[in-house]
Nanobody
C-alpha cells in the first residue's frame, strides 16, 4: 500500500527556515519522481519542486529557486524540502506526491497518482 506522510510544517517568521519531510512506504522512492506542491487558501495547487528517480535531477519553480532545496535520503525512503528565506506568500498547505509511472519528475499536478495529507506552513510575524 502506497503511503506518503508529510511532517515539519509550522509557524515561522519571515526570513526563517523550515524543513519538510515526506516519508514514503509501499514503494522505493529512489526509482520515481517525487514532487512538492502547495495550496494557499482560494488558490490552485502549484508545483514547488520535484526530484527525479535514479539521480536524474531536480526542478524548482522560479518563485523558490535559490531558496528551497529538495533532497532524498534513500536509506530512510524520505524526501525533504529545505525552505530558507521564507516569505509570507509561502503560507500554504504543502503536499508531497509520487508519480509511480515515470522515473523523471514534473510539477504538473495531474501527473501524480499518490498524495500525502499535507502539512501547514505559515509565514507570519
Amino acid at each position: 500500500q502506497v503511503q506518503l506522510v508529510e511532517s515539519g510544517g509550522g509557524l515561522v517568521q519571515p526570513g526563517g527556515s523550515l524543513r519538510l519531510s515526506c516519508a514514503a512506504s509501499g514503494f522505493t522512492l529512489d526509482y520515481y519522481g517525487i514532487g512538492w506542491f502547495r495550496q494557499a487558501p482560494g488558490k490552485e495547487r502549484e508545483g514547488v519542486a520535484c526530484i527525479s528517480g535514479s539521480d536524474r535531477g531536480t526542478y524548482y519553480a522560479d518563485s523558490v529557486k535559490g531558496r528551497f532545496t529538495i533532497s532524498r535520503d534513500n536509506a530512510k525512503n524520505t524526501v525533504y524540502l529545505q525552505m530558507n528565506s521564507l516569505k509570507p506568500e509561502a503560507t500554504a498547505v504543502y503536499y508531497c506526491a509520487a508519480d509511480l509511472l515515470r522515473d523523471y519528475c514534473s510539477v504538473y499536478v495531474y501527473e501524480y497518482e499518490y498524495w500525502g495529507q499535507g502539512t501547514q506552513v505559515t509565514v507570519s510575524s
